[in-house]
Each structure stands twice: as C-alpha cells, then as structure tokens.
C-alpha cells in the first residue's frame, strides 16, 4: 500500500475432534490437526507471528512449546523460539479417560507431531546464493526442514503419559506428567557426567536415557491448565 510493505498470505487448519464411549464413565477421546500458513504476492515467507509451532499443554504434552521443528532442526545454541517455527503443522492425540473418585478423573494420553517448512533450508539457501550465511549459522546439509513425504515417520515426534483432570463448576483443572518417547531429530548419548558424547541414537526410542543425563528437557514435562468446563458435546476437545 503506497510504499509501505506488507505481508500476504493464506493460513488455515483444520481440526477434527472425536469421542468413542467404552463405557458410561471411561471414553476414548482422539484430535486430528492439520494447518498451513502459504506466503503469496509480493511476500517470499509468511510472517513469524502466523507461524506454526508444536509443544506445550495442548499441542504435545511430553515437551515444552517451540521445542521440536521444523523439521529433524535442532541446535542448542541457536533454540530461540523463532527458530521452532514452521509453515506446516501436523498433530494427532488419543486420550483414555476415566473416573478415580469424586470429581477427579485420570486420563492416559499419546501425542504425535511436529512443524515443517514448505522447502528445505539448504534448497532455499542455493536458490537465492546464501550458502555461505546458513554455514555461519552452523547448519549443515542434513538439516531437513521442509515437508517430505519419505521423512515423515522419522520427523514426527512422539509422546506419552498421564494425567488427572478436577472438574469444578465452570472449569476442569488439569495436570499431565508427559514423557517423550522420540524426537524427530539425532540425538547422541551422554556420559554419566551429563556431558554430550559423539555416540549417535539410532533408533526409534532416542531419547538420552533419563538415569544417565537428568536435565535433558525431553525427558519429562510436567503441564497445569485450566480450560473451561465442556458440554457433553464438547468434552472430546482438549
């Protein structure tokens, strides 16, 4: 508009909530999320304030918000929250539910998912000949964070854990103990001391072991929310 600059994009999601009762007090509530944030016109990147980010007591419980992604993305000097961000955004939840004893009930719940980009770093990087300012940024060529079909399963990242829920009037207290079970990037083994090796974790369960380095911050993470009291027909959301 005149001079000024300004940024366009579509960005939508779409979410899919569900609720399977077993019995009259134990159901199986599951969501199904999907977004995606396209940049159009004069703009070669949505804005980062419409980015998507994955973690965090309504997104995967096991790990802290802006803790995965995009991607296999991973660096610990460079963990600012806006490098978590991604164009693309992928999760699905399964919860177990079911009465302990007055207006307290537990839960056992599954999350899975991650955020990408639309291309790889590294691709836009030799597009635009800015090798040389990703190689200052210690990026290598196997960072891969965009969306690709063949990575998907290495790339989502998976958690699991417990729960408890108070239902009070207008609200439901909520308090979930989540463990990672995979990060969708390498992570390496630690010594006894808590210091990194060059040992890689090659499978699936790649999570540091927890005896062996207490402070990895994917190991647990504990979440206290308060949302507000569902209707029946709303109770499957989170």
Not at 84 to 96: K, P
Request: net charge neutral.
């Amino acid at each position: 508009i005149g001079n000024v600059m300004y940024d366009q994009f579509v960005k939508t999601n779409v979410e899919l909530r569900n609720k399977f009762n077993l019995t009259p007090t134990v159901c199986f509530a599951t969501r199904l999320y999907a977004g995606a944030v396209i940049p159009l016109g004069n703009s070669d990147f949505a804005p980062l304030s419409e980015k998507f980010y994955s973690g965090g007591p309504n997104s995967l419980r096991a790990a802290s918000p802006y803790a995965y992604g995009p991607g296999n993305f991973y660096r610990p000097k460079y963990n600012q929250s806006f490098f978590h961000a991604g164009d693309i955004r992928l999760e699905a939840n399964v919860e177990l539910r079911f009465p302990i004893v007055w207006k307290l009930s537990g839960a056992v719940f599954a999350d899975i998912g991650n955020v990408w980009n639309w291309v790889d770093t590294w691709e836009l990087a030799e597009a635009t000949g800015q090798t040389d300012l990703i190689k200052k940024f210690d990026f290598t060529d196997q960072l891969k964070d965009g969306f690709h079909i063949e990575n998907l399963g290495k790339q989502l990242a998976f958690g699991t854990g417990f729960g408890l829920r108070l239902d009070i009037e207008s609200i439901v207290i909520r308090l979930d103990l989540g463990v990672a079970i995979h990060a969708p990037f390498q992570t390496y083994k630690y010594d006894k001391k808590g210091n990194v090796t060059t040992t890689p974790i090659n499978t699936y369960f790649n999570i540091p072991d927890y005896e062996s380095y207490r402070g990895c911050k994917y190991d647990t993470s504990a979440v206290l929310a308060f949302d507000p009291k569902f209707t029946p027909a709303e109770f499957a959301a989170w």
